[in-house]
């Protein structure tokens, strides 16, 4: 499949120092950069299979202004409003970074694609939409990093290619319906860390009366609309210095949830726990690898919980810390919730920094990935 790659233009052919030394690799955030190339394929309703797709140079794409995705890709903000239970949004993404590979000249290394791809998957079907196999998936963000791999960070950079799968309804639909076409959409950017704290310990605010997911709705698949309804408590919580919010339950208002952005873990009387993903949390694979990495660490299966996370359990925690693609794992130093401020430890000698450390160092190709992880291009 490599030799299915563009020819890359003049401008792109540099090789990786020159194109190295446009960008301040090691102060990029979490901006868009934009890249050189995205990959494009699409898929009929009537057909439910996605056919052979290719790259085209990264640009703007044309939508209908009836398609699926637009019209009813924000139906949720309302249906919360009025408390129903119905859903529409016809709209997913995943999130996956490529590193270039410490141990392998050359050669770049992704992260448990294929689970990136399953989840697509699995959020399709609540969607009701067609999603491409694994296979696809795969092969598609291969082509995408290999197309763009002079912006993937060189490995003394702090970041990482950021790859952006998309799936949309972007067929037109006026109706209440799944649209008849579907497009699944690469497009990828540099990136460093997500918080502008850098890899310094956050702070967290909890919310009691915005919720970020409800029973029955979508808080357990990547849809697109589990994003913007919580905008605006993340720009109420920036403005009073906090990095991010913390979201309860929207039955009980006492479980902790997730964060805008990543999952939530509490390290508590040698216990790590983390909310169990009982469809209203998302089911992140930086998550999932960190319970299997403190299971590694000598934590038992019964010292790593998934399970309610209220709000009584920071009382007397000993860490808490976020996990998510982009975010990696971020300590977290206070949650603050109605006034109260909780502090938590942070930095060396933390179960966090140690996860942090095995984690990067397995994607990076730094430490042997003996769980078979990484997948090299
Ligand atoms: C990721 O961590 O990849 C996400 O999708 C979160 C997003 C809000 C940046």
Known sequence: ????????????????????????????????????????????????????????????????????????????VMAACVRTYVLDDQGLFEGLKAYRAANQQGSYMLFRPEENARRMQHGAERMCMPSPSVEQFVHAVKQTVLANRRWVVPPQGKGALYIRPLLIGSGPILGLAPAPEYTFLIYAAPVGTYFKEGLAPINLVVEDS?????????????????????????????????????????????????????????????????????????????????????????????????????????VGADEVFCTGTAVVIAPVSSV??????????????????????????????LAEDKKGWTVAI
């Open 1 to 76: 499949w490599r030799s299915s790659l563009p020819q890359l233009d003049s401008a792109d052919s540099r090789s990786d120092e020159e194109s190295g030394g446009e960008i301040d690799w090691d102060n990029l955030g979490f901006g868009l950069t934009p890249t050189d190339y995205m990959y494009v394929m699409r898929c009929s309703l009537e057909d439910g299979v996605f056919s052979r797709g290719e790259l085209s140079r990264y640009g703007n794409i044309e939508l209908s202004p009836s398609s699926g995705v637009i019209n009813y890709g924000q139906t949720r």
């Open 210 to 314: 915005i919720h970020r997911a409800m029973p029955g709705g979508t808080g357990g698949v990547k849809t697109i609309t589990n994003y913007a309804p919580v905008l605006k408590a993340q720009m109420d919580a920036k403005s009073r210095g906090f990095t991010d919010v913390l979201y309860l339950d929207a039955v009980h208002k006492t479980y902790l949830e997730e964060a805008s952005s990543c999952n939530l873990f509490i390290v508590k009387d040698g216990v790590v726990a983390t909310p169990a993903t009982v469809g209203t949390i998302l089911p992140g694979i930086t998550r999932k690898s960190v319970i299997e990495l403190s299971r590694d660490r000598g934590y038992q299966a019964k010292q790593v919980e998934e399970r309610l996370v209220s709000i009584d359990d920071l």
């Open 336 to 365: 603050t919730y109605h006034g109260q401020r909780y502090e938590f430890r942070t930095g060396h000698d933390t179960l966090s920094q140690a996860l942090h450390t095995t984690l990067t160092s397995i994607q990076m190709g």
